[in-house]
């Protein structure tokens, strides 16, 4: 029907990209062709209404549902990745994989090296040359039984075969006897071999002993010095009697072939409790405050630190799954200590983190921490007061202020959730800071939502609140976060109003040494970086 | 979204961001869902095949070298997963044991009626659009469902997406002439189904009123 019309002359009239000449006589053509011109009109009239589609809205969220299933499917290291294609993004997962190997071979080498270790003072203590030997022995045993009833056995044969004279029933009876001793050989053989068994899985046992009383022994320290920060007394004999009957509980026996393994096990039991005894009796000599320092394994967010996407994802998630608006994403650098913060930490009239200017033994461990690491000069043995000095001389000035953060609501929290490997002097660039806005109830349960890992950190970033609702959230975190809070505060002379909601919330909470320690230091008007490491060390020092 | 604002964003994004691939998609969601929904004619063929073409943008984001926009190279792939996806389902209903075998004219009757129904059950017009406008729109998404799926698309792109000859070339990969002619024999072929659906729909409605009006009915 349309091949009588031109084309292009159609279209571009539809389209209205004719000139003005060729509209014109197009025009004329339609004037003159119904058919066209009712044509032309409908195919108007469908432009028109195809524009006036509406638009429609997916019922669910689409993005949300692929997100979570590309989520899966990382989690699960199924294909389909996101941006596993491309050569840059395979760097990318090879990175990842080459960090996960070297993860891998770090900890069967650390492993490796506690085996080591343990076998190594094992050895010291003689109890495994011991064991060795007498397996050894056994072993020797065993092969000369064996080869004795052999050649006996061979010699019977001969000796039959020349009194007999007969060489038929001196085979029978030679063969018979044979058998007869090979067969008393081989059950002599196996019970060897029971021996030898029973030796090894003594060997395995004693070894878990040696293993558990050394922690008993350790966990005894710990108590006892907790106990003497608490001003109890140590009860030595109490502490032998729980290291003694450990030690004694499975004696060992000897049989025949066993020449000294009772004597080499009893001995290290006895040694065992003597050191165990030993270390008791020091841990009771040096009455000791308890120093807490947080180690230099930080603990983080989610993943390992190159994989931010699944941390972020992770908060992003909770955050749609709370209803909290995530506002900003921004690389920070990370924030340099303060002067004033060292002098807090050394400060005396600081409950939790006082020490003794004196106290030279707990050096090595403020040695650890990173503030600290610097100016450690082991030969010289300077005192902590020294070295904070030094420490506040070469440190940066005190954080700049971070971007304001408008929250319209007194409880409400700003949370910023920091991927750094937060060791202070090394200044990583790769850190990624998502400020997310939440209540103060869901603080807590933020950070119990984000998986605690390794050479990583957090930073809760928050606006300054009334000292009731510290108070509120002070009772909050004791009871909900695992997690210990010592309060390093920037002012040494706080003040008695709202201001000081910081210091009431986070100073004089009650420590429980299992748990991991956060510092919380108030830095400018609105951010309080916590970080978070580990584990507490105790470190004990002479008075 | 800017030139700038959609570079950075890829960037953003290539370096891992999931925040940013999480916005540039929910950027493109009901476009991308409209886009799909008037290819396959159905909310839920639509919602699956929009899944199936943000998977499809995540795994290859990283070939994205910025020869097109980012939103063609979207609404490419879009298209793309709607017309396999039409032709897998085409597969399976011939293939069905189920159904009886049935020509063109029975697939596209069944996709038009699936598009106007699904559509209408999703939708809710505005209160300003008149009776005969509402109508005129559902017979319109009826006739869409007649065509064929390359006509569909090159109507939907320029009619509904507004795109130019250029961008169409892209999306579809073909040259500006052949989009040219194309869109003219899909404006043709809409016409054509247009009239058909009317044509129908008058005898329809000839034949419930009774034999009274039969000779009125007019066939083109």
């Keep these: 029907m349309t091949d009588r019309y031109d084309q292009d002359k159609m279209l571009g009239y539809i389209e209205d990209t004719l000139s003005d000449a060729e509209r014109v ?15 032309v009109e409908g195919i108007m009239e469908d432009m028109g209404l195809l524009g006036e589609l509406p638009v429609e809205k997916p019922g669910i969220d689409l993005v949300e549902e692929v997100m979570q299933q590309q989520e899966r499917n990382m989690l699960l290291g199924e294909p389909d990745q996101p941006l596993s294609m491309d050569r840059d993004d395979r760097g990318v997962v090879g990175r990842i994989r080459f960090t996960k190997v070297l993860s891998y071979t770090a900890a069967a080498a650390i492993l490796i090296l506690c085996g080591g270790v343990m076998v190594a003072t094992l050895f010291d203590k003689g109890l495994l040359s011991d064991l060795a030997n007498e397996a050894k022995t056994l072993t020797v045993a065993q092969d000369s039984v064996e080869n004795e009833t052999l050649a006996m056995a061979d010699m019977a044969i001969e000796g039959a075969a020349v009194a007999k004279g007969s060489r038929k029933s001196l085979a029978a009876n030679g063969y018979q006897s044979a058998h007869a001793i090979q067969a008393e050989a081989e059950a002599k053989a196996d019970e060897l071999t029971k021996e030898r068994d029973r030796y090894i899985a003594e060997n395995a046992r004693l070894q878990k002993q040696v293993q558990a009383l050394a922690m008993k022994s350790k966990s005894n320290d710990l108590q006892k010095t907790f ?85 972020e994802q992770q908060v992003l998630r909770w955050a749609s799954a709370n209803d909290v608006d995530v506002y900003k994403t921004t690389v920070k650098p990370e924030r340099a200590v303060t002067s004033a913060q060292i002098s807090n930490y050394i400060d005396p009239r600081k409950g939790n983190m006082a020490l003794d200017q004196e106290r030279s033994e707990s050096s090595s461990a403020l040695a ?19 070295r904070a000095r030094s420490f506040a001389q070469t440190s940066e000035a005190p954080q700049k202020s971070s971007e304001p953060v408008k929250s319209e609501d007194a409880a409400v ?7 750094s490997n937060s060791k202070l002097e090394e200044q990583p660039t790769n850190q990624k800071e998502i400020v997310i806005e939440i209540r103060a109830d869901q603080l807590s349960e933020l950070v119990r939502t984000l998986k605690v890992r390794r050479n990583q950190g957090i930073k809760v970033v928050s606006k300054p609140i009334t000292t009731a609702e510290a108070k509120d959230i002070n009772s909050q ?34 420590l429980v040494k299992s748990r991991p320690v956060l510092r919380v230091q108030p830095t400018s008007q609105i951010h309080l970086p916590i970080t978070i490491t580990e584990e507490v060390e105790v470190i004990e020092s002479k008075e | 979204m800017t030139q700038v604002g959609e570079r950075e964003l890829l960037s953003q994004i290539k370096k891992g961001n999931q925040a940013a691939l999480g916005s540039l998609l ?55 997963q709607s017309i396999s996806f039409l032709r897998k389902q085409q597969y399976r209903r011939t293939v069905s044991l189920d159904q009886p075998a049935g020509g063109s004219v029975g697939v596209s009757d069944d996709q038009a009626t699936a598009l106007r129904s699904q559509i209408a059950d999703g939708r809710e017009p505005g209160p300003d659009l008149s009776v005969e406008k509402k109508e005129m729109l559902g017979k319109l998404q009826d006739a869409m469902g007649d065509l064929d799926e390359e006509f569909r ?50 005898s329809t409605s000839g034949a419930i009123s009774g034999g009274v009006k039969q000779g009125e009915v007019h066939h083109d």
């Design chain 2, 26 to 80: 929910k950027s493109q969601q009901t476009r991308l869902f409209n886009i799909c929904l008037r290819m396959v004619g159905n909310r839920d063929d639509a919602s699956e095949v929009t899944q199936e073409t943000f998977l499809k943008v995540i795994s290859n984001i990283g070939k994205y070298r910025g020869e097109a926009k980012l939103s063609t190279w979207m609404t490419r792939i879009a298209i793309n």
């Design chain 1, 368 to 386: 650890e921490m990173p503030m600290f690491r610097k100016n450690v000069n082991e030969n010289q043995k300077p005192t902590l007061a020294d």
């Design chain 1, 477 to 510: 975190i004791q009871s909900q976060l695992p997690l210990n809070f010592i309060w390093i505060d920037e002012n040494p002379t706080p003040q008695i109003n709202d201001e000081n909601w910081g210091e009431v919330m986070f100073q004089n909470m009650p």
């Design chain 1, 25 to 39: 006589s197009f025009e004329a053509e339609l004037a003159k062709d119904d058919a066209l011109r009712k044509l």
């Design chain 1, 227 to 311: 106990r003497s920060d608490q001003g109890e007394k140590t009860d030595q004999p109490a502490l032998m009697a729980m290291a003694q009957p450990k030690a004694t509980t499975r004696p060992i026996r000897s049989s025949g072939q066993r020449r000294s393994s009772g004597l080499s096990a009893t001995g290290a039991n006895q040694q065992l409790g003597a050191a165990a005894s030993e270390r008791s009796q020091t841990a009771k000599d040096a009455v000791r405050p308890l120093v807490i320092v947080p180690t230099q394994r930080v603990v983080a967010l989610n993943v390992d630190t190159d994989s931010m996407y699944a941390t």
């Design chain 2, 153 to 202: 698309a090159i109507l939907i792109l320029r009619d509904i997406e507004q795109m130019e000859y250029k961008q169409i070339a892209d999306v579809l990969h073909l040259p500006q002439g052949t989009v040219k002619s194309r869109l003219f024999r899909a404006r043709l072929a809409l016409r054509e189904a247009m009239q058909r659906r009317c044509s129908e729909e008058s």
């Design chain 1, 413 to 419: 929290f700003m949370a910023g959730a920091t991927l």
